[in-house]
């Protein structure tokens, strides 16, 4: 359940991510499981930064990928 969240990410297409997200994120509110309902929180409140990086194409990957190697 929690992977299908990840799934816009991966698309080029903001239009149809923003679509798909959507549409999870109204699946995942009506769960009953505390974890997702808690992602989906998080994902409703970061909505517009996600979809800028989808939009610009840009990470913190080496970013966090630098910081645990320091800590």
Do not use: C, F
Request: hydrophobic share 35%; charged share 30%.
């Amino acid at each position: 359940m929690k992977e299908s969240l990840r799934l816009p990410l991966k698309s080029g297409n903001v239009k149809q991510a923003e679509t798909d997200l959507k549409h999870r994120l109204k699946w995942t509110s009506h769960s009953r499981i505390a974890a997702l309902y808690d992602l989906y929180e998080k994902i409703k409140h970061h909505k517009d930064h996600i979809l800028n990086t989808i939009r610009l194409k840009l990470s913190n990957a080496r970013i966090e990928a630098t910081s645990n190697k320091i800590s």
